[in-house]
């Protein structure tokens, strides 16, 4: 508990931020069955969101227009390694739907596909931010790490994946990677902050909620 000054020296007590991500004295909190559960139904979410994604914008090889992005982030800050895992995986399905990439293409992918997911939920935890957004850390570093700087990331290796399969030329790389690194960090932006600010206190009492990597 902490104090506040009031008047003549008088305080009045006020409590302190309770971390997220600290676990309570006594709480037990292991994997189960739920939160594979909760990887399946957000991998089917992902596939759904990511699949339209794909088909909805695209500049040739590129997608323009990928909120599939903000299923990864969102779900990493939530569920942990199983969103990383959902994250991972669900745009195979996905791009294999909207026929927009390969397989061998779509593998190729996964480190990237990767790194968006877990970028955001790493600052989370070492920021100790909150995901309902209640402060202006808690946006600024949404939007910095769990969307532009992990759609970035995710930009560049596609873009390099793209030019190995001989997809894309040396002179449009430039091109290809401002519109997937911008159009996708819009779309996702939008998804992932309504996502993180509605349901975000609904997930947190739940048990799936992953303090830890894995529960």
């Not at 294999?96 to 061998?104: E, H, N, R, V």
């Not at 402060?135 to 939007?143: E, G, P």
Request: aromatic residues 12%; glycine residues 12%; positive net charge.
């Amino acid at each position: 508990m902490g104090s506040a000054a009031v008047g003549m020296g008088g305080t009045i007590p006020t409590e302190d931020k309770k971390s997220v991500w600290v676990m309570e004295k006594g709480e037990v909190r292991k994997p189960g069955l739920a939160h594979f559960v909760m990887m399946a139904l957000f991998s089917g979410v992902g596939v759904v969101v990511g699949a339209f994604g794909s088909m909805a914008v695209s500049l040739g090889p590129v997608s323009a227009f990928w909120p599939g992005q903000a299923i990864q982030s969102v779900g990493t800050i939530w569920y942990g390694g199983w969103g990383a895992l959902a994250g991972s995986l669900f745009p195979l399905i996905a791009n294999s739907i909207a026929g927009s990439a390969a397989l061998p293409i779509s593998i190729a992918y996964i480190p990237g596909n990767f790194a968006q997911s877990v970028i955001g939920a790493l600052a989370f935890r070492k920021f100790d931010c909150d995901p309902r957004l209640r402060s202006a850390k808690d946006w600024v570093v949404f939007l910095v790490f769990g969307v532009f700087l992990a759609n970035a990331v995710g930009a560049f290796e596609g873009v390099c994946v793209l030019y190995l399969f001989g997809m894309v030329t040396v002179d449009i790389i430039p091109v290809s990677f401002v519109g997937w690194w911008l159009g996708n960090s819009i779309a996702s932006a939008i998804l992932g902050v309504i996502m993180l600010k509605f349901l975000s206190p609904l997930v947190l009492k739940t048990k799936t909620f992953c303090k830890k990597m894995w529960a």
